[in-house]
């Protein structure tokens, strides 16, 4: 599966370690809940608050939509305990990771061909932390304690640093983003 559908959510490129704390459109449930829509590996239960507040913001997703919506842009670097990560919102359905050729996609299934990469104008959004060596791609609206791949996320094994996030346009509508490793991370 080299890519997921996030059915217009957008996408995090995150650490799989800092990502365990990323709660996406949940809340915790009471304790005498016994119809969680969620229990993590930890016993704490949570149920899917989807109101989607955006101006008074109640989950992760709230927030981070908040931020996109303030920042007019599709690509954002973000923070999360003390660890930055990147999250897209350009209304796309599908995000891909295409080992390849190197590259993200959004707003399409298919791989990029390696000459329309190397063409590319990419320019630099700003640095992810990747302590953990492993990234997820994974719609925002889950809990990030969630711990296996499926349809909404996908783990790319890297090597742990800190890595550069480029973007650049490619057909009509449609985003390249590639990580490249910083010497020093």
């Known amino acids: 599966m080299p890519f997921i559908n996030t059915s217009g959510a957008g996408v995090l490129i995150i650490d799989a370690e800092v990502a365990r704390a990323w709660t996406g459109f949940f809340v915790r449930a009471d304790a005498d809940d016994d119809n969680v829509d969620l229990q993590t590996d930890d016993g704490v239960g949570w149920r899917i608050h989807d109101l989607f507040d955006f101006r008074n913001p109640v989950t992760d997703y709230d927030r981070l939509c908040a931020w996109h919506q303030e920042a007019t842009t599709a690509v ?43 063409r590319a104008e990419f320019r630099r959004v700003g640095v992810i932390d990747v302590p953990s060596g492993r990234i997820w791609l994974m719609n925002p ?7 296996e791949p499926n349809d909404d996320r996908l783990l790319i094994e890297v090597e742990a640093g800190r890595y550069a996030v480029e973007v650049s346009a ?13 010497r020093d991370g």
């Open 170 to 182: 490619h057909e009509e509508n449609a985003l390249l983003l590639r990580l490249t490793r910083e």
């Open 141 to 147: 609206c889950l809990h990030g304690a969630e711990p």
């Open 76 to 118: 954002l670097i973000n923070e999360l305990n003390g660890r930055a990560f990147a999250s897209i919102s350009d209304g796309a359905d599908s995000f891909g990771w295409w080992p390849a050729a190197g590259v993200f996609t959004a707003n399409t299934s298919a791989e990029p061909a390696q000459d329309v990469v190397a």
